[in-house]
């Protein structure tokens, strides 16, 4: 299965490809801290690409491929929110709410969540509850992460002037399931093309590393992994239904485990240092495997959108 784009959908992705290339760099340097990409969102955001959600001729399968093809940048932004949660769902009131960038709580106004530092607004689903509150810097806890993401705690989450946002709960996890399995994608997509490009170049016994059969075995069941999310992340986009989309990330986040690990283990010394950026796309991965839950939160929300589980085994 794969997806032919539109001839629509194909300009929109050879622009997003013209800014990020613009903005790549090929070593990020020194530090597992985020680095962000000035300037990123806003070319974005001036060229109308972060909308594309929201455009019929475009929809969510080009907003996906957008997403995927970001997330292989080793700096960052945010993108689940403002590339899919807001041209999709918010409601009319909502400039009104909701400032960029936007952080999202899954679930508790207490959770740690990326991009909570340096947010103007927060959102929070909790059940069916989805609420929204402006922050700013003092409101918010910056906590030291191993993971290639801003992350924050709210200091005082009850005592922000929160407001309704009328939305639906569980479309916006949907919506959300089906980012999470295309960040993975992208980032692990482009961990993987530098490690290959690593084992073409590092010689060991007088030959490229990438000659040696076993190594090529691990490398084309990576290569299968990463193509899978790919694939997935693009159908539940199309399919929009609750359970493509918990497929798509419930195999992500199961997957990027033994991903990342071969990948590391291909760079031999090189995956542990800074100075590589294989570090910048795993860190982030790692963090994401968590995200909702989990793979095994993922599957559960599969079985009950398929058989009607509701938490339990169906008779």
């Excluded at 769902?89 to 909701?98: G, V």
């Excluded at 069941?221 to 693009?234: N, S, T």
């Excluded at 539940?236 to 990948?263: C, E, N, V």
């Amino acid at each position: 299965m794969n997806f032919e784009f539109t001839a629509d959908q194909r300009a929109l992705l050879d622009a997003v490809d013209r800014i990020a290339a613009h903005h790549e760099v090929p070593q990020a340097l020194g530090t597992t801290a985020f680095v962000p990409a000035p300037g990123l969102e806003a070319d974005l955001e001036g060229a109308g690409l972060l909308d594309a959600a929201a455009v019929e001729e475009l929809g969510a399968v080009a907003a996906v491929a957008m997403v995927i093809r970001l997330a292989r940048l080793p700096q960052g932004m945010e993108l689940i929110a403002r590339t899919l949660l807001g041209p999709l769902h918010w409601p009319p009131n909502a400039p009104a709410l909701i400032r960029w960038p936007c952080a999202v709580l899954w679930e508790g106004r207490g959770r740690a969540a990326r991009f909570l530092p340096g947010a103007r607004t927060v959102l929070c689903v909790r059940g069916t509850v989805v609420e929204a509150a402006p922050v700013q810097a003092g409101d918010v806890l910056p906590l030291d992460s191993p993971f290639g993401y801003p992350v924050g705690r709210l200091r005082a989450p009850d005592a922000l002037p929160w407001q309704p946002v009328h939305s639906d709960a569980q479309a916006l996890r949907t919506t959300w399931r089906v980012g999470l399995a295309a960040e993975l994608a992208g980032q692990l997509g482009a961990a993987l093309d530098a490690v290959v490009q690593h084992v073409r170049d590092r010689r060991q016994f007088g030959r490229p590393l990438g000659s040696f059969q076993a190594v090529q075995h691990r490398l084309a069941e990576a290569a299968v992994r990463v193509e899978a999310m790919r694939c997935l992340a693009l159908q539940a986009a199309h399919r929009g239904t609750s359970a493509d989309a918990a497929a798509a990330a419930g195999y992500a986040q199961q997957a990027a485990a033994p991903l990342i690990y071969d990948l590391h283990q291909f760079m031999g010394a090189m995956g542990l240092t800074l100075e590589h950026p294989l570090h910048r796309w795993t860190t982030r991965a790692k963090m994401l495997r968590a995200d909702l839950g989990g793979h095994a939160a993922q599957y559960q929300a599969l079985a009950d959108a398929t058989w009607g589980t509701a938490g339990g085994i169906a008779a």
